[in-house]
């Protein structure tokens, strides 16, 4: 081994622990944690470029942690600001440029739990809204099938506008649609 490479391994080891904790310290604000549950084969991140990019994209959201009016709004702008590739717009209320097979499903505090792949069929999920930890549900749904699902988990937030939510929400959408 040259001793060049000698004064390097300690460098590289002391890079990958400080990757190692920096991995499990959740990954910013939220101390909350997002959990991918599926990327289905149907999902690609060309079609979500195609059906999203320049466009409204249905986003429903069941359930509402806070009690707060407008949490559905708060949830899509949140998802609206964070950058997962094409410029799109996540919205309740999409207009003319949202095309109908492709939508968002959200259901927070779930109760009783559901699977988040089955947020694509349309029903409506009871929520339990004062639980703790915050429990959100997500998918990607391509004509009424699941693409892809995420799990978040938070302990606590105050409201919709906490950091910590919203880093759980941003965490979400950025597993919730993979650049692959």
């Known amino acids: 081994m040259t001793s060049r490479l000698r004064r390097l ?5 002391l890079a990958l622990a400080g990757t190692g904790l920096a ?3 959740g990954g910013g604000l939220s101390g909350g944690r997002v959990v991918v549950d599926d990327i289905n084969p149907l999902y690609s991140s060309v079609e979500f470029s ?3 990019d320049g466009r409204d994209l249905r986003t429903t959201v069941q359930g ?3 009690g707060t009016p407008g949490f559905d709004q708060a949830v899509a702008q949140i998802m609206t600001a964070t950058y997962v590739g094409p410029k799109t717009r996540f919205t309740p209320t999409p207009g003319p440029s ?4 492709y939508f968002v499903a959200l259901a ?7 699977v988040s792949g089955s947020l694509c069929n349309g029903q409506a999920v009871t929520t339990a809204p004062a639980q703790r930890p915050i429990v959100i549900r997500a998918a990607f749904c391509v004509a009424g099938r699941e693409a892809s699902s995420v799990s978040a988990y938070l302990d606590q937030a105050s409201g919709p506008t906490d950091p ?14 993979p650049y692959r």
């Open 50 to 52: 195609s059906a999203a």
């Open 98 to 101: 949202a095309k109908r097979d």
């Open 23 to 25: 991995a499990c310290a």
């Open 9 to 13: 391994l300690p460098l590289s080891a």
């Open 108 to 114: 927070v505090n779930p109760q009783p739990d559901v």
């Open 64 to 66: 509402n942690p806070f």
């Open 164 to 177: 910590k939510f919203v880093d759980t929400i941003r965490q979400l959408t950025i597993q919730l649609f």
